[in-house]
């Protein structure tokens, strides 16, 4: 069983930064795939930026480059550097692990386990 915990969220301006982490436990981190997923009031949760188990990243395509995944293995953690921040960026941001795949998931289904979530809020 693993366990995440996410942390990082907080309140920023339009044009701002923000640097989300999650830390994993009881698993063998490594050989999972991460991804962080976000969900806006009133919306479905969606994805935003995964890795796999050897670095590979994959982004939604509305984030335009402004988010960047990466992953320590060592230190069972993975972060979401979110940088240009907008007001429509607002949402619970969450932590998620899957099996590893040779194609790298974008829905929910395909991930297993999950962190409480951090509230992210940009404001303009």
Do not use: H
């Amino acid at each position: 069983q693993v366990q995440l915990v996410e942390a990082g969220g907080g309140l920023v301006q339009a044009g701002g930064s923000l640097r989300l982490s999650c830390a994993a436990s009881g698993g063998t981190f490594s050989t999972y795939n991460m991804g962080w997923f976000r969900q806006a009031p009133g919306k479905e949760r969606e994805f935003a930026a995964a890795i796999s188990r050897t670095g590979v990243r994959y982004y939604a395509d509305s984030l335009n480059g402004r988010f960047t995944i990466s992953r320590v293995n060592a230190d069972n953690t993975v972060y979401l550097q979110m940088n240009s921040l907008k007001p429509e960026d607002t949402a619970v941001y969450y932590c998620a692990a899957g099996p590893n795949r040779a194609v790298i998931s974008t829905m929910t289904k395909d991930y297993d386990y999950w962190g409480q979530g951090t509230q992210v809020t940009v404001s303009s």
